[in-house]
């Protein structure tokens, strides 16, 4: 059978961001998928050199938008690390409760996102009306809906009173609830899943093979967690990897349906557990010598690799995202897919290109 080479994106209905595949199609079948990328490069890396390095927690807070708390969170521990600087307890507890809030909203995005791609959308608009409650909560407690800034190097710049604490619980309560309204016709509906199970399939080897991160590697039944490192109070909070074994794009949305829920009983220990001690600790000299640093996104895994030479500025920040990780899984999950199906599958892995590219 002659074969036909289809673009698809970076402009497409589906997509947020500008991903490019070419595709490989046998009628309408996919045999092979190839990516083109370098759309929105903006060489945020390169202001490392340039800037002071406490200006650049602001910076790579702007590397990807929705899980902006978490990018600050993992540069500025990597530079404690590197300057052997004892973050307060308290400030530890706080970096936890606002990365997870940032987890629910950008799970809860991603949900209304996939019922818009298979064009649900009074699901689509329930998702994202609990998701702007928790847009709230940032506000409330830290001035901004998406970029908090709340991170500094030593610690964090912002306490929650008892009052917002109070005020926090009885908003997860009423979310929880409404999410759990919604998690029948996500995971039980016929039509969600005629479009959903058995789509885009990872193996739980494949997904090892090719270096997948995330509800990407979750979806395919690997219990792997970068928050199982201990970062932050992590390793003080009661919580289990969540996993699907299906592999397909039922199981990827389930798990991220599931870790929304459990984010907010994170948030609810935090809270419970939450010590009296300083926000920030004092940060002596300049940044010298090499560090690795992983957080866990809502997309995946996080890394990244600094270098500081003791002046002001850092000789080197390398990132690298969830989302370029879990290229390599969607070209291996695409084959064998129906045309029909390629924008599903793609939105599995939550693509977020500025991210990838920064």
Same mark, same amino acid.
């Given at each position: 059978?002659?074969?036909?080479?289809?673009?698809?994106?970076?402009?497409?209905?589906?997509?947020?961001? &500008?991903?490019?595949?070419?595709?490989?199609?046998?009628?309408?079948?996919? /045999?092979?998928?190839?990516?083109?990328?370098?759309?929105?490069?903006?060489?945020?890396?390169?202001?490392?050199?340039?800037?002071?390095?406490?200006?650049?927690?602001?910076?790579?807070?702007?590397?990807?938008?929705?899980?902006?708390?978490?990018?600050?969170?993992?540069?500025?521990?990597?530079?404690?690390?590197?300057?052997?600087?004892?973050? !307060?307890?308290?400030?530890?507890?706080?970096?936890?409760?606002?990365?997870?809030?940032?987890?629910?909203?950008?799970?809860?995005?991603?949900?209304?996102?996939?019922?818009?791609?298979?064009?649900?959308?009074?699901?689509?608009?329930?998702?994202?009306?609990?998701?702007?409650?928790?847009?709230?909560?940032?506000?409330?407690?830290?001035?901004?809906?998406?970029?908090?800034?709340?991170?500094?190097?030593?610690?964090?710049?912002?306490?929650?009173?008892?009052?917002?604490?109070?005020?926090?619980?009885?908003?997860?309560?009423?979310?929880?609830?409404?999410?759990?309204?919604?998690?029948?016709?996500?995971?039980?509906?016929?039509?969600?899943?005629?479009?959903?199970?058995?789509?885009?399939?990872?193996?739980?080897?494949?997904?090892?093979?090719?270096?997948?991160?995330?509800?990407?590697?979750?979806?395919?039944?690997?219990?792997?967690?970068?928050?199982?490192?201990?970062?932050?109070?992590?390793?003080?909070?009661?919580?289990?990897?969540?996993?699907?074994?299906? *592999?397909?794009?039922?199981?990827?949305?389930? /798990?991220?349906?599931?870790?929304?829920?459990?984010?907010?009983?994170?948030?609810?220990?935090?809270?419970?557990?939450?010590?009296?001690?300083?926000?920030?600790?004092?940060?002596?000299?300049?940044?010298? *010598?090499?560090?690795?640093?992983?957080?866990?996104? !809502?997309?995946?895994?996080?890394?990244?690799?600094?270098?500081?030479?003791?002046?002001?500025?850092?000789?080197?920040?390398?990132?690298?995202? !969830?989302?370029?990780?879990?290229?390599?899984?969607?070209?291996?999950?695409?084959?064998?897919?129906?045309?029909?199906?390629?924008?599903?599958?793609?939105?599995?892995?939550? &693509?977020?290109?500025?991210?990838?590219?920064?």
């Amino acid at each position: 059978m002659s074969r036909t080479i289809i673009p698809f994106g970076p402009q497409h209905p589906v997509l947020p961001e &500008p991903l490019h595949l070419k595709l490989v199609v046998e009628d309408e079948t996919v /045999v092979e998928a190839i990516p083109a990328l370098g759309y929105v490069h903006r060489g945020l890396e390169t202001l490392a050199s340039i800037r002071d390095y406490n200006q650049m927690v602001y910076i790579v807070e702007r590397v990807c938008g929705i899980c902006s708390c978490i990018h600050a969170m993992c540069y500025c521990q990597g530079l404690e690390t590197m300057m052997n600087v004892e973050v !307060p307890s308290r400030a530890k507890y706080l970096r936890v409760i606002w990365s997870e809030l940032h987890r629910i909203h950008s799970h809860l995005l991603w949900l209304g996102l996939f019922a818009d791609g298979f064009g649900f959308e009074s699901l689509f608009m329930q998702f994202w009306k609990i998701r702007e409650r928790v847009m709230d909560i940032n506000e409330a407690t830290a001035g901004n809906r998406v970029v908090i800034s709340v991170n500094v190097v030593g610690g964090v710049r912002r306490d929650l009173d008892k009052t917002q604490q109070r005020w926090i619980l009885d908003e997860l309560d009423k979310l929880e609830k409404e999410l759990r309204q919604l998690m029948k016709t996500m995971l039980d509906d016929y039509t969600v899943k005629k479009r959903t199970v058995g789509i885009g399939v990872l193996t739980a080897e494949q997904a090892i093979q090719l270096g997948a991160v995330g509800p990407t590697l979750r979806g395919s039944g690997v219990a792997q967690d970068a928050r199982q490192l201990g970062y932050a109070a992590f390793d003080e909070l009661d919580f289990e990897p969540v996993t699907s074994p299906e *592999g397909d794009c039922w199981a990827r949305s389930k /798990v991220r349906f599931m870790e929304a829920l459990q984010s907010m009983d994170i948030v609810r220990q935090a809270i419970s557990r939450l010590p009296d001690s300083e926000l920030a600790a004092k940060v002596p000299g300049k940044p010298t *010598g090499e560090v690795v640093c992983r957080v866990e996104q !809502p997309r995946g895994e996080l890394l990244y690799y600094l270098k500081g030479n003791g002046s002001k500025n850092m000789e080197r920040v390398r990132i690298r995202t !969830p989302t370029f990780a879990n290229i390599p899984p969607l070209l291996a999950m695409l084959p064998g897919a129906q045309l029909a199906d390629v924008p599903l599958a793609a939105l599995t892995i939550d &693509p977020c290109i500025s991210c990838t590219e920064r």
